[in-house]
């Protein structure tokens, strides 16, 4: 079983920065994958903020574009908040998916809470 390791998150005034970042307990991602980004704030349901398709697609949410940055090194992923606004405050989740095999497998990080107030 591949374990998900967020870290990164936090209290920030708005228009600050935070980096998140999460770490597969593999090293071996095969493609084609889809990795990513997700967040859920209270009374809300989970949405994606961002996600890199086979290392070369990115796709971010229209609400974050221009402002967050996802990059990926290796089994790590990371993203780059920037113009921090309350609205971004949620719990944040990292997804894998990839296959072994034959077999898709679907990966959540345990979540890291970014909240933005002054």
């Known amino acids: 079983q591949v374990q998900l390791a967020e870290s990164g998150g936090g209290l920030v005034q708005p228009g600050g920065s935070l980096t998140l970042s999460c770490t597969a307990s593999t090293s071996i991602i095969s493609s084609p994958n889809v990795l990513g980004w997700y967040r859920q704030a209270p009374g809300k349901e989970r949405e994606l903020v961002a996600t890199i398709t086979s290392g070369v697609s990115r796709n971010y949410a229209d609400g974050v574009k221009g402002r967050f940055t996802l990059s990926r090194d290796m089994n790590t992923i990371y993203l780059q908040m920037n113009s921090l606004k309350p609205e971004d405050t949620a719990v944040y989740y990292c997804?894998?998916?990839?296959?072994?095999?034959?077999?898709?497998?679907?990966?959540w990080g345990q979540g890291t809470q970014v909240t933005v107030s002054s």
């Open positions: 997804n894998m998916r990839f296959y072994t095999g034959t077999q898709l497998n679907d990966y």
